[in-house]
């Protein structure tokens, strides 16, 4: 990895696991229109801007590629591991939103579609996003 500079940058970027308060909670999931892993289902997120909390930048990005609008977060953490991503050193902080029940959504800026899926009932993940699941999880069943 070329750099100019005395410590090579990662990027940074943020996810928002969105889970409904359902006896079967849902999940929403996008399908990436883009590669790495174009056609694989993932957690809705992206790159931070650099004028932006990480919070914001999960808000965003699941605005810009499902539509929904929300406002509160908790974090879940976040995730590091030096190959998560085939584009470069990539660190992802994730956060997990509670809604009563699935919202329309649909499929914008570079995913393909979005949709809620049973969480006893996931597609594969692209990146590392089962083992934020995972974590999303374990957080939620704390709340609820």
Same mark, same amino acid.
């Given at each position: 990895?070329?750099?100019?500079?005395?410590? *090579?940058? *990662? %990027?940074?970027?943020?996810?928002? +696991? +969105?889970?409904?308060?359902? /006896?079967?909670p &849902?999940?929403?999931?996008? &399908?990436?229109?883009?590669?790495?892993?174009?056609?694989? !289902?993932?957690?809705?997120?992206?790159?931070?801007?650099?004028?932006?909390?990480?919070?914001q930048?999960?808000?965003?990005?699941?605005?810009?590629?499902?539509?929904?609008?929300?406002s509160? +977060?908790?974090?879940?953490?976040?995730?590091?591991?030096?190959?998560? /991503?085939?584009r470069?050193?990539?660190?992802?902080v994730?956060?997990?939103?509670?809604? /009563? #029940?699935?919202?329309? +959504?649909?499929?914008? /800026?570079? #995913?393909?579609?979005? &949709? !809620?899926? *049973?969480?006893?009932?996931? *597609? %594969?993940?692209?990146?590392?996003? #089962?083992?934020?699941?995972?974590?999303?999880?374990?957080?939620?069943? %704390?709340?609820?």
């Amino acid at each position: 990895m070329a750099y100019t500079y005395e410590y *090579p940058r *990662p %990027s940074v970027t943020a996810d928002c +696991v +969105v889970i409904t308060k359902e /006896d079967t909670p &849902q999940v929403l999931l996008i &399908q990436r229109g883009f590669e790495p892993f174009k056609g694989c !289902w993932a957690i809705p997120g992206g790159f931070m801007n650099i004028d932006e909390t990480t919070e914001q930048c999960a808000i965003r990005e699941l605005e810009e590629e499902t539509g929904l609008k929300i406002s509160d +977060v908790r974090q879940i953490g976040a995730f590091s591991k030096v190959d998560r /991503d085939p584009r470069g050193r990539t660190i992802t902080v994730a956060y997990l939103t509670i809604v /009563d #029940a699935p919202l329309e +959504v649909k499929g914008l /800026d570079d #995913a393909a579609k979005a &949709q !809620w899926f *049973p969480l006893a009932a996931l *597609p %594969s993940l692209a990146f590392d996003h #089962a083992d934020i699941l995972r974590d999303a999880i374990t957080l939620y069943k %704390s709340i609820i």
